[in-house]
């Protein structure tokens, strides 16, 4: 067992963390028209460096990092303050996605204006009668020549108010129940037929919306997967947002490490000792479960219900760690833009992706064994 | 990169469950806490032979010359059973003492025991009434115990001696060795909790079903395995960094894991967890006994935020 990391590993490190240092902008919010084009502009800076999808295949854009450098990439990232990726959703969750069941033509058409932020990707998971329990969903989507017309009803889907496109299941057999007869779909957002009301968050800011589709034409070319498999397929990217908690490490850390030099700059308080070296235990486990999971993946190892303890874990990290900051800051928490915007982001951890309960039931039934509840 | 078990090590653990698996250790555990002494030094002569006391001992001195990872996979199992007697002493911190260098055969062998006190995180020595050797951990010396009279202890199975002259300590490698393996019991500890708890869950009827589907029972369990999770990473990343501030943030983290584990198996449990009968109640008091041991929770936060 090590935590030596190899010499090309090495050099990568310094490359990203050298990299980092002179370029990190600061940006206003993603979820601002203004803030949303920044953000792009970022995403085209990375991609020039060739750092915006590292463990992708060269061929679309990316450095066939391995996930240890991935890891590493993450930990540099956020350790130099650089801004979040508007590009998350279209990386970390259609990315896989397409990686796994997506055809060639797919992959080529979508991967690199992706990886360029050329085209921004929102998701379309939740419906107002499915959250958690997607297999619920209505929008449904009926055969035409060449493709299909979607029709529902969308929400909660971050980045839609400024996105290009958006990704979600819908039912096109309404003659199966729950997830039998879904497809996994990606439509144009601007198509016609598509109404998108931003909403605004705590923040005041749109970082989500309702989409409403109303017979919205979409070609056979951008199904994924079999039509009415779309639940297998979206699957797959429902256990990469849970393990987007692979790439949250140097967050939490960079975010620990900053909550205890916020301590000592305020003196010490003892009352949030405790609290504050809490906050740092957790980020440091955190950091080394991930290792931990690297080093398993590599090995073949899969991601399961693993997920949903990583979810589980770093979500409550993250609230306590800014819930201590604000704390110490006392009356000044009010003001202070940086930890008022961690701390709103943070509140939405463990509902998105999965609520706590949603992944408390699977650790439970998946990890433990336990009996599943009789359901209707 | 390789910050997982090797497969000697995951070997090593699983011959140490078994062993303990078939030796009753609750049996032996419950005469010692009675000063019987006989079925635990049996036990420990049993561990003796699959290498524990010898692990950090070189081999010139008849040791294994493992790593700190290697005493915490041991540990791990030794706190999932319950082990009783002064292991963390003769096994983590007695190798680490250069005065103690002429027992390290007798210790490798499983022949000696040790003991350790180290106020004032350790004021009291464990088993000094059958130890061949006190280190004064603070002076760096061997000691001595005078008298035998047992200082009674929230685990029944702790038996604390009073040591004379004991010189204050803070830190150091050797103590180091014992917050690691102390650690890495209480991480064993909790497994155990939670493993008992999943079982006893899966057969327990209350209103017509299993008390394993009801999700107030599951999410109890469910944060239970979620803390322990992420304990082992920090216990395992400590043996191998062996930095103060890893090794606390261990300790700490493992007295909480352990902790939540035992409190929810006694509520998962209910009253039979309470009885004496049940070796719920041999983890229970030691996990409370242990994190309160070898630097309690203040002094560990404070070096996790040293500078």
Redo the contacts between chains.
């Keep these: 067992m090590d935590l030596d990391i190899d010499a090309e590993s090495v050099a990568f490190r310094d490359e990203v963390r050298e990299w980092l240092a002179a370029h990190v902008p600061t940006l206003p919010s993603m979820d601002t028209a203004e803030g949303f084009a920044a953000h792009r502009e970022w995403e085209a800076q990375l991609a020039d460096a060739r750092l915006s999808v590292v463990s992708w295949p060269r061929e679309y854009g990316g450095r066939d990092a391995s996930l240890l450098q991935w890891v590493l990439f993450e930990e540099e990232y956020y350790a130099a303050g650089a801004p979040g990726r508007v590009s998350q959703n279209g990386i970390f969750m259609l990315g896989p996605t397409l990686f796994a069941h997506g055809t060639a033509e797919q992959r080529d058409r979508i991967l690199p204006a992706m990886a360029r932020g050329e085209q921004v990707w929102a998701q379309a998971w939740s419906e107002p009668e499915a959250g958690s329990d997607i297999a619920a969903l209505r929008s449904s989507a009926v055969r035409t020549e060449g493709g299909w017309l979607l029709s529902g009803q969308k929400t909660w889907s971050s980045r839609a108010a400024f996105a290009d496109r958006a990704f979600g299941l819908f039912r096109t057999d309404p003659g199966e129940r729950r997830h039998r007869g879904l497809t996994y779909f990606m439509f144009d957002l601007r198509a016609e037929g598509v109404t998108v009301r931003p909403i605004p968050q705590l923040d005041g800011e749109p970082g989500f919306a309702e989409i409403f589709l109303d017979q919205v034409f979409v070609p056979d070319a951008d199904v994924i997967g079999e039509p009415g498999q779309g639940w297998r397929v979206a699957m797959t990217t429902a256990n990469n947002e849970r393990g987007l908690s692979l790439r949250s490490p140097g967050r939490f850390l960079a975010a620990a490490n900053r909550l205890v030099d916020l301590w000592r700059s305020t003196g010490e308080p003892a009352a949030s000792r405790d609290r504050v070296a809490d906050a740092w235990i957790g980020a440091r486990a955190y950091q080394l479960y991930t290792f931990g999971t690297v080093s398993r993946l590599a090995e073949g190892g899969q991601l399961g219900p693993e997920s949903s303890v990583n979810k589980l874990f770093w979500s409550h990290l993250d609230l306590g760690l800014h819930d201590t900051a604000l704390d110490i800051l006392g009356p000044a928490a009010e003001t202070d833009r940086a930890w008022v915007e961690g701390y709103l982001f943070s509140l939405a951890g463990p509902i998105y992706g999965g609520t706590d309960q949603i992944q408390r039931n699977t650790i439970a039934e998946r990890l433990l064994g336990l009996p599943k509840e009789a359901r209707r | 990169?390789?910050?997982?078990?090797?497969p000697e090590?995951r070997d090593f653990a699983t011959s140490l469950h078994d062993y303990l698996t078939g030796a009753d250790t609750p049996g032996a555990t419950r005469s010692w806490a009675q000063g019987r002494h006989e079925p635990g030094r049996k036990l420990l002569r049993g561990l003796a032979e699959l290498g524990v006391p010898a692990l950090l001992i070189d081999e010139a001195h008849g040791g294994l010359g493992a790593d700190p990872?290697d005493l915490v996979v041991a540990f791990e199992a030794l706190g999932y059973h319950a082990v009783p007697g002064p292991l963390v002493e003769t096994a983590a911190v007695a190798p680490a003492v250069p005065a103690a260098q002429a027992w390290w055969p007798a210790l490798a062998s499983g022949e000696a025991l040790a003991t350790v006190v180290a106020p004032p995180h350790v004021p009291l020595a464990l088993d000094a009434d059958i130890a061949q050797v006190v280190v004064d951990l603070g002076a760096g010396t061997l000691g001595e115990t005078t008298g035998t009279e047992v200082v009674g202890s929230l685990d029944p199975t702790r038996r604390l001696f009073r040591v004379p002259s004991a010189t204050p300590l803070t830190g150091g490698r050797a103590f180091d060795l014992g917050v690691l393996a102390v650690a890495a019991q209480l991480l064993g500890a909790g497994q155990w909790l939670?493993d008992a708890s999943?079982a006893y869950?899966?057969q327990r009827s209350q209103y017509g079903?299993?008390i394993?589907?009801?999700?107030a029972?599951?999410?109890l369990?469910?944060?239970v395995?979620?803390?322990l999770?992420?304990?082992?990473?920090?216990v395992?990343?400590a043996?191998?960094?062996a930095s103060p501030q890893?090794i606390s943030?261990a300790k700490?983290?493992a007295g909480d894991a352990a902790y939540l584990a035992a409190r929810t198996a006694l509520q998962v449990h209910g009253a039979i967890g309470y009885t004496a009968e049940h070796d719920l109640g041999l983890r229970l008091t030691k996990v409370r006994a242990l994190t309160g041991a070898w630097g309690d929770?203040?002094f560990h936060?404070?070096r996790?935020?040293a500078r």
């Design positions: 990169m390789r910050f997982a078990l090797s090590q990872v939670l999943v869950a899966k079903r299993l394993g589907e009801y999700q029972i599951k999410h369990l469910a944060d395995a979620t803390h999770e992420l304990t082992r990473p920090l395992h990343g043996a191998v960094t890893d943030a700490v983290k929770g203040r936060r404070e996790v935020l």
